[in-house]
């Protein structure tokens, strides 16, 4: 599909194997002329190992409703609340710590994550993932 003219790149947060043509899939997508419905059944076919977890997609629509769509892994924050096993993280993140990672923990997320960042150092990856988690209230973190 290179050769085919790009009209719009839209980048959405679904959950897994829940795609619906609601909003905000619908209005986000409609507008560009492709057909939901078979959207949301390929989205998810593709996402069917991933269910409970929230999935970054980057759909390229090309004229005449034609599309590809890229998955990415899910957000930090997601990778890091489940690899510590709690369900939020902290309100106040400074006053009241909501639990604690590992290096190893971290470095398990840094290794999931890495396509998705903009470092192929796996230091460098838990680096930021680091900060993702000291926001959250996330604590062990040295």
Do not use: H, W
Request: charged letters at 30%; hydrophobic letters at 35%.
């Amino acid at each position: 599909m290179a050769n085919k003219n790009v009209k719009a790149v839209v980048k959405l947060q679904i959950e897994a194997g829940k795609a619906t043509p609601a909003p905000p899939i619908g209005p986000a997508l409609a507008q560009y002329g492709i057909n939901m419905g078979q959207f949301c059944t390929d989205f998810n076919n593709r996402t069917q190992d991933r269910m409970g977890s929230t999935v970054p997609v980057e759909i390229t629509v090309y004229e005449g409703g034609k599309y590809e769509f890229i998955l990415k892994e899910p957000p930090s924050s997601e990778l890091i609340l489940k690899e510590i096993g709690i369900e939020k993280g902290s309100g106040s993140p400074k006053k009241k710590k909501a639990g604690k990672i590992t290096k190893e923990q971290l470095r398990k997320v840094a290794e999931k994550k890495m396509a998705d960042l903009n470092t192929d150092d796996t230091e460098a990856a838990m680096r930021i993932l680091e900060g993702t988690a000291r926001s959250m209230g996330v604590e062990g973190v040295e």
